[in-house]
């Protein structure tokens, strides 16, 4: 990297003579993922910020022009891998309206209840995350035993705790078992559950005078910037602008539930913590909500976990070994041999950072002619600079945490 | 406001400029000649409230002689939450394409992007560098002259999935 000194004018009454290179990053403590800060240091205040990415691309969009459907689900984990399952059903819902599968009201309920359970795990790491860096750390070790908790509820549904994986083109790849729906209550729980540890972190943070001092002010970026900047989620809501993509448009039933969106009004991290704080606290509203009305479906309803859609949702094993048509189908899906209809989609769905989008091309054949995924990270990432030039360089740190950086959606 | 309104007001501006209307899945879709990319979207900016640029890529179509390289706009009025996507065909041997920079600084990393990748010349970018790819990279892997391994190739050495194998290594 050149010497990026050339052309910075230091501020009035600056006491240094010269500015001080630091690199935060690309491997520092405080960063949380592998990406690069070159800051201009005029004593402890930024002049000038430049953002390296791309440690850690991965070629997605490359390898997903040679792979099946289902194969692709996989990549969509290593997204936002701390809430893979949101990824993964973005992409199912993708794939469904290309293929124009409709699925059943039960499947869609139950994909709400594990997105709002995902979108839950990656909020309560970025608030905590955003405590320890301002020197509370005890917050996040009360929260953390229950993204614990959710990642033993995905166990119980797909066998896998980070990179998820849930899910099919379709549905689920089983029932939910009893133990999860256990699993799900003891979250849920108003008195021992996840309520009960959110209002506890609230009650440590969100009054909390050296906190506020701490995040008020810090990193701020107006509503306008924000959407210039292509900001969604909660980062452009705590701006001011009340755009979710779940009331926007609707996708997996989410027009079935009642739900409030929270924003705040001066962008900054503090807006940023009670943003995602509310979000948490409507989420476990929905996800009650969701979980009555899975309660409702009796009898053979209440075994409906998958679309009917041969063509792309796996049989059952114990048909696959009886019924030649299941073998039949079981092999063509295996080996990729299903040709798609031709088309182009862009489908998104409202992931735990903004809008996660995919825009799938099919030419026909039995692979995407092109995907591309809009990584709501990558594209907010670079408003970084404009929040924290003129600002402290532990503002910098503290905002980087409450922007929820991750760098595995920021490189694709 | 509807995709055959938007449509309307394009056509009364730009006329016959802009071709292939579709609406698949409900989006509206159009290709706008490459000259005029930065004129359709700041219309649309001022005229028809879509301030927000969703998406920005290209695509490689190796075989449509002059148009080789497709770049794809996708945009979004959020107030009436209309969206809409429009494209803007350019050939492969000067893929100069205006940038969208000044208008959403959004765009600014997105066209970063779909140049390290395809090649793209954003004309006006302020920093037109590679943003994923190493530096020294002097290729654009995404183009489809770079194709990755056929999985069904029979001549690999890799008996753990039963293709070729040993058999293969003696044959060689």
Redesign the interface.
């Known amino acids: 990297m050149s010497a990026t000194t050339d052309n910075i004018i230091l501020p009035e009454g600056s006491i240094e003579k010269h500015t001080t290179t630091l690199n935060l990053g690309p491997t520092h403590p405080a960063t949380h993922g592998v990406f690069q800060n070159i800051l201009e240091l005029d004593g402890e205040r930024i002049i000038k910020s430049t953002s390296t990415v791309g440690y850690i691309h991965r070629a997605f969009e490359k390898i997903a022009e040679r792979r099946p459907l289902y194969q692709i689900t996989p990549l969509t984990d290593r997204l936002n891998y701390c809430s893979s399952p949101l990824n993964n059903m973005g992409w199912h819902l993708t794939c469904e309206k290309l293929l124009g599968i409709h699925t059943p009201k039960r499947v869609d309920y139950l994909r709400i209840i594990i997105m709002e359970l995902a979108r839950i795990s990656d909020h309560l790491i970025c608030n905590s995350i955003v405590g320890v860096d301002s020197g509370a750390y005890t917050g996040f070790l009360y929260v953390m035993q229950f993204r614990e908790l959710i990642y033993e509820i995905y166990e119980e549904i797909c066998g896998s705790r980070l990179t998820t994986t849930i899910g099919r083109i379709g549905g689920f790849e089983r029932n939910f078992s009893n133990a999860a729906f256990e699993k799900l209550e003891k979250f849920l729980d108003d008195k021992n559950g996840y309520p009960a540890q959110l209002r506890e972190f609230e009650k440590l943070f969100n009054r909390n005078r050296i906190f506020m001092e701490r995040t008020i002010g810090s990193g701020p970026i107006s509503a306008e910037r924000a959407l210039n900047y292509g900001f969604t989620g909660p980062n452009l809501r705590a701006a001011g602008v009340d755009y979710d993509v779940r009331v926007a448009t609707p996708y997996s039933s989410y027009q079935d539930f009642d739900f409030t969106i929270p924003v705040g009004n001066t962008g900054d991290c503090y807006d940023r913590f009670l943003v995602r704080n509310e979000e948490m606290w409507q989420s476990l509203s929905i996800i009650n909500q969701a979980y009555k009305k899975v309660q409702e479906f009796k009898g053979a309803e209440a075994e409906v976990f998958h679309a009917d859609a041969p063509d792309y949702y796996l049989p059952e094993k114990k048909d696959v070994y009886t019924k030649m048509e299941a073998l039949i189908y079981h092999f063509k899906i295996v080996m990729g041999e299903t040709e798609m209809p031709v088309g182009e989609v862009y489908h998104s769905i409202e992931g735990a950072n903004g809008e996660l989008g995919y825009y799938l091309i099919s030419d026909g054949g039995r692979t995407p002619y092109r995907l591309h995924f809009r990584r709501p990270c990558f594209i907010y990432y670079q408003a970084f600079p404009e929040l924290v030039e003129g600002g402290l360089l532990s503002d910098a740190i503290i905002t980087m945490s409450s922007l929820n950086l991750i760098a595995g959606e920021m490189d694709a | 406001m509807t995709n055959e309104q938007i449509q309307q007001l394009l056509t009364d501006k730009f006329g016959e400029q802009l071709t292939q209307w579709e609406q698949?899945?409900g989006?509206l879709?159009f290709t706008v000649p490459k000259e005029l990319n930065l004129k359709v979207m700041q219309f649309l900016y001022d005229e028809a409230g879509f301030?927000?640029?969703?998406?920005l890529?290209a695509?490689?179509y190796p075989d449509k002689k002059g148009a080789e390289l497709a770049v794809?706009y996708?945009m979004h009025n959020?107030s009436a939450?209309v969206?809409l996507?429009f494209k803007a065909f350019t050939n492969i041997e000067t893929p100069d394409v205006f940038s969208a920079t000044a208008l959403?600084?959004?765009a600014?990393?997105?066209e970063r992007?779909t140049y390290d990748?395809y090649g793209v010349n954003f004309v006006g970018h302020p920093n037109l560098i590679?943003?994923?790819?190493?530096d020294e990279m002097d290729y654009f892997?995404?183009r489809k002259e770079y194709p990755?391994?056929d999985?069904s190739r029979v001549d690999k050495d890799d008996e753990m999935f039963g293709r070729g194998g040993s058999i293969a290594l003696d044959n060689k």
């Open positions: 698949p899945y989006m879709t301030k927000f640029l969703t998406d890529q695509i490689h794809v996708h959020l939450n969206r996507r959403f600084s959004a600014n990393w997105m992007e990748f590679r943003v994923l790819n190493v892997p995404m990755l391994e999985q």
